[in-house]
Structures are given as structure tokens and as C-alpha cells.
């Protein structure tokens, strides 16, 4: 069974001659060839790097595709294509040539109801120190960050939280002015 899958794109380290935004480029065109299905990508934006001042500025974008991976092989074919734009995990929330987040599938929610709450409101802090170690769906701090929900409203606006129960273009609307203007287009 197809379910729609929604991608976060995001870099802000070259790759030899290839700047952030041509990465991007490039993944959405590798993520299209691997799962063999026309996939719809919003525009690019600039964000901010986060923590502030520990990078250039980020590009950022979203994807959705149509698939029947299950929510494991889906990632790795995630991780495979990072790993063809050179991404290395050498720090929490570091610089990098390309990050692509899993955000959502369908409507799962993994692995839990309760491992997803305790992940969505675990303090700053404490998020700037662990990691979780299992696929968390929909990604738990979605709702918090400008620079995904602004992408997702160019192309799925309408697409429902399954636990929250609201819209991105509700989510979106709820983010401080101030985190909204900070997320640019290109």
C-alpha cells in the first residue's frame, strides 16, 4: 500500500564545487530516481544556522513522495543518499553537506504514543544532548521548526498531525513572527 512520506532537506556545507543549493537539487533528483515515483519538492529557503552562530546559514526544503517502503527501508534509503553527498555525523545539530529527516508516513506514529510525547517535550537542553535511538514518527519536534513546516505549507498544507490533530498551515501559523521571518526563499 502507497502511503505519502514527507522528506526535510537541508544542508549548509559545500561539496567541492557544489553549494548547499545544488545539493539539494541533487538529492531531490536521487530521491525521485530511488523510489521510482514523481516527487513533489517545495521551493528552497534559507534558515539560519542552529545554534546560532555555529555554521553558515542552512538551505532547506521538503519533499513528498508516494511509496511502499516501510518506514525502516525508507530511511535507509535516507541515509544512503546522505551518504552519496558525503554527510558525516560528527556532532548534534552540526554543519553538514546534507540532512534528510524522515518528518512523517501516512499517518504512523512510531514506535508509540508515549515514546513520541516524551520526545516532544523534552526541554532544549536535554535535546542538544540526546539522541534517540529509534525512528520517531512523525518527527517529534516538527511542530516546533520554522524551517520545516514553512517548506511543507508550499506543497502539503493541508497534511494532519496524527496526534496534534492540526494542519501544517496550522502548525505553521502558531511559530513566532519572528521564527517565520527568518526562513527566506531562495
Do not use: Y
Not at 529557503?45 to 526544503?61: E, I, K, L, M, S
Request: proline fraction near 9%.
Amino acid at each position: 500500500m502507497r502511503t505519502k512520506a514527507i522528506i526535510s532537506l537541508g544542508g549548509n556545507l559545500p561539496l567541492g564545487e557544489m553549494s548547499p543549493r545544488k545539493i539539494l537539487l541533487a538529492a531531490a533528483r536521487e530521491l525521485t530516481l530511488l523510489m521510482g515515483e514523481p516527487c513533489q519538492v517545495s521551493r528552497l529557503f534559507q534558515t539560519p544556522c542552529f545554534p546560532a552562530g555555529a555554521g553558515p546559514d542552512f538551505v532547506n526544503a521538503v519533499l513528498s513522495v508516494e511509496t511502499d517502503l516501510d518506514p525502516a527501508r525508507l530511511l535507509s534509503c535516507l541515509h544512503d543518499v546522505e551518504q552519496k553527498f558525503s554527510r558525516l555525523r560528527k556532532q548534534r545539530w552540526g554543519t553538514r553537506t546534507l540532512d534528510l529527516d524522515l518528518i512523517a508516513l501516512g499517518e504512523k506514529v512510531l514506535p508509540d504514543l508515549g515514546v513520541h510525547q516524551r520526545w516532544r517535550d523534552l526541554p532544549l537542553e536535554q535535546q542538544m544532548k540526546e539522541t534517540p535511538d529509534q525512528l520517531i514518527l512523525p518527527h517529534p519536534r516538527m511542530q516546533d521548526r520554522a524551517f520545516v513546516l514553512v517548506p511543507m505549507c508550499d506543497i502539503c498544507p493541508q497534511w494532519r498531525h496524527p496526534i496534534l490533530g492540526k494542519t501544517a498551515a496550522e502548525l505553521c501559523a502558531e511559530l513566532p513572527e519572528t521564527d517565520l521571518e527568518a526562513v527566506q526563499p531562495l
